[in-house]
């Protein structure tokens, strides 16, 4: 199965339900959207591991009659891509709802297949046009997040997904709690034979799962003059997180490791756009990043993406 095709069928399981508390707006609105996902892997030694999927590019519809609903579909992979990146299958789901003063978020996420987007640099003398890959890595988080806007009169998440239009400028505080259980595994230690003696006992990892409970402090500001805007939101987590290692390939002898550490991480969100009576149009960009320490080394994960929508009030 590629990735287009299971991103289709994802859509068709509802991909992603949003329910917004601000009903006044019925609208439909079209889209492009360009995500990049890294984990890295860092090690008391020796270059980083870069971990991508395949890349994705994905065209989306939302209908917003009071609650809203967002269809996401992707290109399908050129022949080219596959022989370059190797294939990525992607499944998921998420449920958004923003309210006056509360927004939550339920979503789960899974890949599998990855490839080693600086190469050259983890195996010395790799000289291929196409990436190391690794099909056998799968990647899956699922998580609950719930945020409070203390002063959703001056600003609102909501302006992020088009569903509140800004008529002044302002900001407000925002804080919050998260719970999310993540995993990462293949059936060979995540770091190639080419590092492993670099990266310490870390070189012999082959599975992690981590559950996190963070409490996160940020705020955002929005911009608006003569009907054009500029919105931005920042938001820094913290908490401990509980880990269950597993070092050694699949199917032979392993250890397990339990232990727990400090996750450190942080979201942050900027809107440019435009709103008429009718016709409106935004430029948005998200990232999402978390660090946390792992055996010898470090795990950090980094998450954007740039879309832009048009779209048309009734």
């Known amino acids: 199965m590629n990735f287009s095709t299971v991103i289709f069928s994802l859509i068709f399981s509802l991909i992603t339900f949003q329910a917004h508390a601000q009903m006044g707006l019925t609208s439909v609105k079209v889209g492009y959207t360009l995500p990049t996902l890294q984990t890295t892997l860092t090690g008391p030694a020796g270059p980083d591991i870069k971990y ?5 590019n994905r065209y989306g519809v939302g209908l917003n009659f009071g609650p809203c609903l967002l269809f996401i579909n992707a290109n399908s992979a050129s022949s080219s891509d596959v022989v370059k990146y190797g294939e990525t299958n992607v499944s998921g789901a998420s449920f958004l709802f923003y309210g006056e003063f509360h927004t939550f978020d339920l979503s789960y996420e899974r890949y599998e297949g990855f490839n080693i987007n600086n190469s050259e640099e983890v195996s010395p003398g790799w000289s291929s046009p196409n990436r190391i890959q690794r099909p056998d890595i799968v ?12 002063s959703p009169q001056d600003f609102s998440l909501g302006i992020f997904e088009q569903s509140v239009v800004p008529e002044n400028s302002g900001g407000s505080f925002v804080i919050g709690a998260q719970a999310s259980q993540k995993g990462l595994s293949g059936t060979t230690p995540l770091v190639p034979t080419t590092q492993t ?33 500029l919105a931005w939101y920042g938001m820094l987590w913290g908490g ?16 397990n490791e339990t232990g ?15 709103n008429a009576d009718h016709f409106f149009t935004a430029l948005n960009f998200v990232r999402e990043y978390q ?24």
């Open 52 to 56: 991508q999927p395949a890349p994705q």
């Open 139 to 150: 990647k899956d988080k699922f998580r609950f997040k719930y945020q409070y806007t203390w």
């Open 197 to 229: 003696a670099s990266y310490g006992a870390m070189g012999n990892l082959r599975e992690v799962k981590m559950t996190t409970v963070q409490a996160g402090l940020g705020g955002g500001y929005v911009f608006e003059w003569e009907r054009f805007y």
């Open 240 to 255: 401990p997180q509980s880990q269950a290692l597993t070092f050694g390939a699949a199917g032979a002898t392993t250890t």
């Open 260 to 274: 727990s550490v400090f996750a450190l991480g942080y979201d942050a969100r900027a809107s440019i756009g435009y």
């Open 291 to 314: 660090k946390q320490e792992v055996s010898s080394g470090y795990l950090v994960t980094t998450d954007d993406e740039a879309s832009i929508w048009l779209g048309w009030r009734f």
